[in-house]
């Protein structure tokens, strides 16, 4: 591969990351990511390490996306995960520091095989608790703690863990919509990153 397929293939990897982001930031129910664009979107490899970040986001988010990646899949690893399989977690000791925050990350896949990840983290409406302000005395009175778990499990709501997260959030609508946008995103740049790899006759058929 010469310098110029590389920055080529470079430039492609941002535009999809960036459309990525672009498709969250729109179909988000809450403002805060709508409006002020609190959230991060990245491409990951096999392995969890970030490839290609969004220009857009908020430092915070975007650096503890950097290794949420690879934390969750020390938890689920590659070759548990199958078709269709979501990650969620909003745990801040592994992601972005608080329980509002919370990430999920899209397995691309490719041929049987998946080649890399689609994560993003964004700040939700309410995950229960104190509400909103500084007022909690310890992470568990911030609200619901959602360790890493499956949202869908191949290509199917993960139904236990929708209650349990839906029963503890004051809006449940806009926690729904913004769960569904986030998968979307992801869903998105699985798409573009497989066209890229078509183009270019990488990864296989």
Known sequence: MDAIELEVLWGRLVSTVNEQARALQRSAFSPIVREAGDLANALFDRRGRMVAQAVTGTPGHINSLAVAAGAMLEQYPIDTLRPGDVLVTNDPYLTAGQLLDVTVLVPAWRSERIVGFFGSTIHHTDVGGYGIGAGAR?????????????????????????????SNVREPEHMTGDLHA??????????RLGQLLDNHHLGGP
């Open 138 to 166: 310890d992470v568990f009175e911030e609200g619901l703690w959602i360790p890493v778990c499956k949202l869908m499990i191949e290509g199917r709501r993960n139904d236990d863990v929708w209650r349990f997260i839906l």
């Open 182 to 191: 986030q998968m979307a995103s992801g869903e998105i740049g699985a798409q």
